[in-house]
DNA sequence: ACTGATGTTAATCATTTGATTAAATCAATT
DNA sequence: AATTGATTTAATCAAATGATTAACATCAGT
């Protein structure tokens, strides 16, 4: 039969053009890439992406799906964990975002597009999961606050880890340049942050 | 190609344009808009945004340094002020910033766009100011750490303010999906944070 | 070697899209 | 009313772009 689920088989070219389209859809999004971009990028005739991916949309659709789970997928793992404490879940992210966007810098910025421009695409995506609302993560947090009396909404804990560890990511070529950093330097910075988000987000919200 | 510099000229079209260039630029970003998607926002005819404006790049480019004037414009006045204490110069900030963002919620992804995608385009625009690290903010910032005993990097103040301020902007559709907030919620969660981010961070920062 | 399936390419098509042109309309001035 | 210049439009062009086609190549199984 056909079976191209088999085994080796040609996982090479395929392979090789996703990881093109991966590269360009990432850093250009979806409307400035040109599917010829992708061909040139990849080493191959224009025709082949058509002929191993149906279109562009369609190969885009993989790739978006790639990287949501890259940016979303562990997430609901780590918040919805009994056996960590608070403080060992706010590290978990830190440390998880960190390292993989320090391999992957052009996540943050194609996922605000998607979130911005697509917001109906994602409706399906991702409405499964509560994700934060009922997670364990949030029930310690409550429990905190009781305990010191306070009352800040969960949703500024979550908001402000994702938003310290994420954001200097997204806005990495504009920091850099107006500080006459370059990429190592940024990268130490980033590995700085990686030990002090943790800290401020216990000092800042846990007294 | 006489003088179109006149006057009073013809304010009402030229500006009706602009503003839906402005509009549609905004959201879509450059490669996704095209000029007739403009010219029906505007209500006129493609071919008088090529008559007022000579192309789409021109119309572009005016657009962005609008967009750019909001997003920084402000930011070197604010830090370079002798004559505010630095925890009013966080106040300041993280109010400009949550005020303009709430009025134009589409410029955090535009302005990233920008940087991640055209970072030469930016380099002639911000050379001119050194920014942050020679501004009187970060002097008195180093002056806090020396008298505190502390070393912490001014950028990564920097970075944080602008983080926690920006950030739930640019991520607002996919939270608020997630969370099943609406517009008017979450701008109440945002005018929440007006006033915690600032005590947040010199709760985090200046012990 | 032959055959058929799979992989790859150059050439081409149809549509989209930024831009131009020439004509029509409008407003102000004479 | 006629003239003139500015504004606006419909029609069209040329280039870019996503997709298809048809021919060619490679290779496994016979």
């Known amino acids: 039969m056909k079976e191209k689920e088999d085994i080796g088989k040609s996982e090479s070219t395929e392979q090789k053009i996703k990881e093109a389209a991966r590269k360009v859809f990432t850093s250009k999004g979806y409307a400035a ?3 010829r971009d992708i061909a040139e990028e990849s080493g191959f005739n224009l025709a082949l992406i058509n002929y191993y991916f149906r279109s562009k949309e369609k190969l885009f659709e993989i790739i978006m799906l790639d990287n949501l789970q890259l940016f979303m997928g562990s997430i609901i793992g ?13 590290d978990l992210l830190v440390t998880y975002y960190v390292d993989m966007l320090i391999v992957n810098p052009g996540i943050p910025v194609f996922i605000l597009n998607l ?3 697509n917001p109906e695409a994602l409706k399906e995506k991702l409405d499964r999961a509560s994700l934060v609302a009922n997670s364990v993560f949030v029930k310690q947090f409550q429990d905190l606050m009781k305990k010191k009396g306070m009352n800040i909404h969960p949703l500024h804990l979550f908001m402000n880890i994702i938003s310290l560890t994420v954001f200097p990511f997204a806005a990495a070529p504009l920091i850099k340049a107006k500080n006459g950093i370059d990429d190592e330097g940024y990268k130490q910075l980033m590995l700085e942050r990686k030990k002090l988000i943790p800290v401020w987000i216990k000092t800042m919200m846990m007294v």
Chains 1, 2 share one sequence.
């Open 115 to 117: 979130v911005n421009n």
């Open 33 to 35: 890439t040109r599917t």
């Open 78 to 90: 780590i918040l919805d964990e009994p056996a960590t404490s608070l403080e060992e879940k706010v």
